[in-house]
């Protein structure tokens, strides 16, 4: 199971810190990642961190603005979003799937998804 936590709504250039608690499979032999779906458009992964710590970020719109990490002893894994803008907006999803990420973005590689957690950054 898969629980986000810490969306919300934020100016432009605001931050936030999004957690995902893990349960029910071994932490810390996953890989852990972040997708977002935006309403009326497809889904798109944000970021994922190998079970080495092996960092990848898939769309060049986030990459030196959000730093995923990873917190085994708690089995989480975090998202810290700063400088949002609008296109941020939209529904941040935690994923777990083999110990590496892949190289494009692929929901069917992963094996565990959570719900979702809603981000919005005002206009």
């Known amino acids: 199971q898969l629980v986000e936590s810490g969306g919300g709504s934020v100016q432009p250039g605001g931050s936030l810190r999004l957690s995902c608690e893990a349960s029910g499979f071994t932490f810390d032999i996953y890989a852990m990642g972040w997708f977002r779906q935006a309403p009326g458009k497809e889904r798109e992964g944000v970021s994922c961190?190998?079970?080495?710590?092996?960092?990848?970020y898939y769309p060049d719109s986030v990459k030196g603005r959000f730093t995923i990490s990873r917190d085994n002893a708690n089995s989480k894994v975090y998202l810290q979003m700063n400088s949002l803008n609008y296109e941020d907006t939209a529904d941040y999803y935690c994923?777990?799937?083999?110990?590496?990420?892949?190289?494009?973005?692929?929901?069917?590689?992963?094996?565990?998804w959570g719900k979702g957690n809603q981000v919005t950054v005002y206009k």
């Open positions: 961190i190998s079970s080495s710590d092996e960092v990848t």
């Open positions: 994923e777990a799937g083999t110990a590496a990420c892949p190289l494009v973005h692929d929901i069917a590689w992963f094996d565990y």
